[in-house]
């Protein structure tokens, strides 16, 4: 059984950062694209960032790129979301998520939830003004 488990969520002040984590108990992890999403209060979950398993790439949502990273460590499983300048508007619960059975073409493909198949149970990241 495939499990997602996020950490390294909490309060922070406007302008500051937090590095999010995510351990996968997954067998060949580097096979996985791994993905950051966010659900804000009464909004839908949305993209954030991904990282394909093949080519090593990385995309972005517009409204984080220059502020925030992802990156992955294959030999741990893990997939981390740095998260720098944070701002208010960035509260959210973020989600780890991993695909592997259906291919991602595009870009497009990558902000797209029923592309991956397996979800964490989220972390709260709250940014005060």
């Known amino acids: 059984q495939v499990q997602l488990v996020e950490s390294g969520g909490g309060l922070v002040q406007a302008g500051g950062s937090l590095r999010l984590s995510c351990a996968a108990s997954?067998?060949?992890?580097?096979?996985?694209?791994m993905g950051w999403f966010r659900q804000a209060p009464g909004r839908e979950r949305e993209f954030v960032a991904a990282?394909?398993?093949?080519?090593?790439?990385?995309y972005y949502t517009d409204s984080v790129k220059g502020r925030f990273t992802i990156s992955r460590d294959n030999a741990k499983n893990t997939v981390y979301l740095q998260m720098n300048s944070l701002k208010p508007e960035d509260t959210a619960v973020y989600y780890c998520?991993?695909?592997?059975?259906?291919?991602?073409?595009?870009?497009?493909?990558?902000?797209?939830?029923?592309?991956?198949?397996?979800w964490g149970q989220g972390t709260q990241v709250t940014v005060s003004s």
């Open positions: 998520a991993a695909g592997t059975s259906r291919p991602f073409y595009s870009d497009y493909d990558l902000t797209i939830l029923s592309r991956y198949d397996y």
């Open positions: 997954v067998r060949a992890f580097s096979s996985y694209t």
């Open positions: 990282f394909r398993w093949s080519g090593d790439s990385t």
